[in-house]
């Protein structure tokens, strides 16, 4: 029998927060705020993927944004 853990993380939700945590780290390198800061951020996103991503998505540095 196949037991669903609630930390087992493959196939889609896997991919769905690998692309997410992508997305974050590369709005963090685009920002304007100090490398330490940029470390920072990316070495919590890349250890502690879930948790980083709502961190970052709620307190972190954006990419400054393009305007036309």
Do not use: H, Y
């Amino acid at each position: 029998m196949n037991q669903l853990s609630m930390f087992e993380l493959s196939g889609f939700g896997g991919l769905l927060i690998l692309a997410l945590d992508l997305w974050a780290i590369i709005s963090v390198f685009g920002s304007t705020v100090s490398t330490g800061k940029k470390v920072l951020w990316t070495l919590l996103i890349i250890f502690l993927p879930i948790i980083g991503f709502i961190a970052w998505f709620f307190l972190g540095p954006r990419a400054a944004q393009r305007r036309v």
